[in-house]
């Protein structure tokens, strides 16, 4: 047997800037939604459709002792880290990266994406 639920109340996600300028919509955690663990969060990165030469990324930053799964929905985003690990991600690509002890990473537009423009979406936990 099923129950039925209904929604109690809806919370906006908030628009925010990361990295290098590109921005992001944050529904967990923010002001109003605080009940969770301080490292679940969860960030939709566009959509958004560049021009030639506008696309931005995050560049070298730091984590430790959390992991991230990033989905891209569409375009692209390079990865790089100080592990020595590279690789670009495309539409339909998820990348876990586990921070353990710490690691310095990057997302960036590939430079043929920045030259050319395009839509990008993507998701991370």
Do not use: C
């Not at 955690?29 to 958004?48: A, C, Q, S, V, Y």
């Amino acid at each position: 047997m099923s129950a039925t639920r209904t929604i109690e109340r809806t919370f906006p996600s908030v628009r925010t800037t990361e990295g290098g300028g590109f921005v992001v919509h944050r529904p967990f955690p923010t002001r109003l939604l605080m009940d969770f663990d301080p490292f679940l969060l969860l960030d939709e990165m566009g959509p958004i459709d560049y021009v030639p030469g506008e696309a931005k990324g995050a560049p070298d930053h730091p984590h430790r002792g959390f992991e991230t799964v990033t989905y891209v929905l569409e375009g692209q985003f390079g990865h790089k880290d100080s592990a020595g690990h590279l690789g670009t991600l495309h539409a339909d690509d998820v990348q876990w990266m586990t921070a353990g002890a710490g690691v310095v990473h990057s997302e960036m537009p590939d430079p043929s994406f920045v030259r050319t423009g395009g839509r990008v979406h993507g998701l991370q936990l």
